[in-house]
């Protein structure tokens, strides 16, 4: 079960066009920042895994905190990341899953199946490798400034005023003229 906490999914069905697997990631801090990542076959992930067939995203976020015996209360979507690939790619989805108070530095779950740890977040470009840390950095970047990130093959393509992705301030609605309506009965 511990493959299913990391970033390894189901392969791509063969003659299927267009065809994307679907992941869910969740993103959990420690008082401190640290961010808790578990162990997988391929190296350490943030935990998720893909979305079986019938569930929702959502829903396969909340397994995922429940297979880590922790209580599965998810915040909003944080992060929708696009991996292109030749047999189609990945989309991932990272949902908000909270701090949680507590001093430990790892735990083990699953009936000892699973390894998770806090990884400071200096750290997780070394733990996570470039994929995973910038999706960590987005999560938490999302966070902070209240928006969903997008990003596209590592890169932001979130649209409107997201610091870094060199995109000029939007507004929400459009200056209205002088002699609106709206603006006469203030």
């Given at each position: 079960?511990?493959?299913?906490?990391?970033?390894?999914?189901?392969?791509?069905?063969?003659?299927?066009?267009?065809?994307?697997?679907?992941?869910?990631?969740?993103?959990?801090?420690?008082?401190?920042?640290?961010?808790?990542?578990v162990a997988s076959p391929d190296g350490w992930a943030l935990p998720g895994g893909p979305v079986p067939t019938g569930s929702s995203p959502r829903?396969?976020?909340?397994?995922?905190?429940?297979?880590?015996?922790?209580?599965?209360?998810?915040?909003?979507?944080?992060?929708?990341?696009?991996?292109?690939?030749?047999?189609?790619?990945?989309?991932?989805?990272?949902?908000?899953?909270?701090?949680?108070?507590?001093?430990?530095?790892?735990?083990?779950?699953?009936?000892?199946?699973?390894?998770?740890?806090?990884?400071?977040?200096?750290?997780?470009?070394?733990?996570?490798?470039?994929?995973?840390?910038?999706?960590?950095?987005?999560?938490?970047?999302?966070?902070?400034?209240?928006?969903?990130?997008?990003?596209?093959?590592?890169?932001?393509?979130?649209?409107?005023?997201?610091?870094?992705?060199?995109?000029?301030?939007?507004?929400?609605?459009?200056?209205?003229?002088?002699?609106?309506?709206?603006?006469?009965?203030?």
């Amino acid at each position: 079960m511990a493959s299913q906490l990391g970033p390894a999914g189901p392969a791509s069905p063969a003659g299927v066009p267009g065809w994307h697997r679907l992941d869910v990631a969740v993103l959990m801090r420690r008082r401190d920042g640290a961010v808790l990542v578990v162990a997988s076959p391929d190296g350490w992930a943030l935990p998720g895994g893909p979305v079986p067939t019938g569930s929702s995203p959502r829903g396969a976020a909340s397994q995922t905190l429940l297979r880590l015996a922790l209580e599965p209360s998810l915040g909003r979507l944080l992060v929708q990341d696009f991996r292109s690939a030749d047999d189609g790619g990945t989309q991932v989805l990272v949902y908000d899953a909270g701090a949680w108070s507590t001093d430990l530095d790892g735990f083990t779950a699953d009936g000892g199946s699973v390894r998770a740890a806090f990884c400071p977040v200096a750290d997780l470009a070394a733990r996570l490798g470039a994929a995973g840390a910038e999706r960590a950095a987005a999560g938490l970047a999302a966070l902070e400034l209240g928006f969903l990130a997008e990003l596209e093959d590592g890169l932001d393509a979130t649209p409107g005023a997201v610091p870094g992705n060199g995109a000029p301030p939007r507004r929400m609605m459009p200056d209205l003229p002088v002699s609106s309506p709206v603006l006469a009965a203030r």
